[in-house]
């Protein structure tokens, strides 16, 4: 009898936890019931208006897509790294991160990071950081900085290129 009566209450108590689970959101603020939308894509876009998070500007101005196709700094440094297979691209946090990567020695590999500090055309408007990783045959890794030569010359190409953009942008909106 005891048996039954113990797993009668552990039965109404799942019952009472799974209906609780059930019963709608509640606002924090007001009170009332939470209407949760189903659309993912609405929802998502609701929450990256209230919570802008854009180091490039105000997000409400102008849309992802247009961001990346009016930003030369940011489009000059994936064509510059086009070559290397890309780990993260993150324009909303204003980071290019590539994936190890060796041309012709496999034992020893390249990774990128590129951090945006401005959507200016400067040249501190963007961070190099690089690594070397290098693996003998008993997959030993060592992994260290490249050399801050290795670093500017490649932000000087970005930047170069970018400015190319920035004037051929220019000439097509004179049109």
């Known amino acids: 009898?005891?048996?039954?009566?113990?797993?009668?209450?552990?039965?109404?108590?799942?019952?009472?936890?799974?209906?609780?689970?059930?019963?709608?959101?509640?606002?924090?603020?007001?009170?009332e019931d939470e209407i949760i939308n189903p659309n993912v894509n609405e929802r998502a876009r609701a929450v990256a208006d209230k919570n802008p998070i854009f180091i490039f500007g105000d997000n409400k101005k102008s849309s992802s897509s247009e961001f990346l196709k009016s930003n030369p700094l940011w489009r000059a440094s994936l064509k510059s790294l086009d070559f290397i297979p890309l780990a993260s691209v993150d324009f909303s946090g204003g980071l290019i991160i590539t994936d190890w990567y060796s041309e012709n020695n496999s034992e020893e590999e390249i990774k990128i990071s590129v951090r945006f500090l401005s959507s200016e055309l400067k040249?501190?408007?963007?961070?190099?950081?690089s690594h070397k990783r290098i693996c003998d045959q008993k997959n030993k890794c060592r992994i260290s900085a490249l050399s801050e030569k290795f670093n500017?010359?490649?932000?000087?190409?970005?930047?170069n290129s970018a400015r190319v953009m920035a004037i051929e942008d220019k000439k097509k909106e004179n049109k």
């Open 1 to 31: 009898m005891r048996y039954l009566s113990l797993n009668f209450f552990l039965s109404f108590l799942l019952i009472i936890i799974l209906v609780s689970n059930c019963s709608p959101k509640k606002n924090p603020v007001t009170g």
């Open 152 to 159: 500017s010359e490649l932000k000087e190409v970005i930047i």
């Open 123 to 129: 040249s501190d408007s963007i961070t190099i950081v």
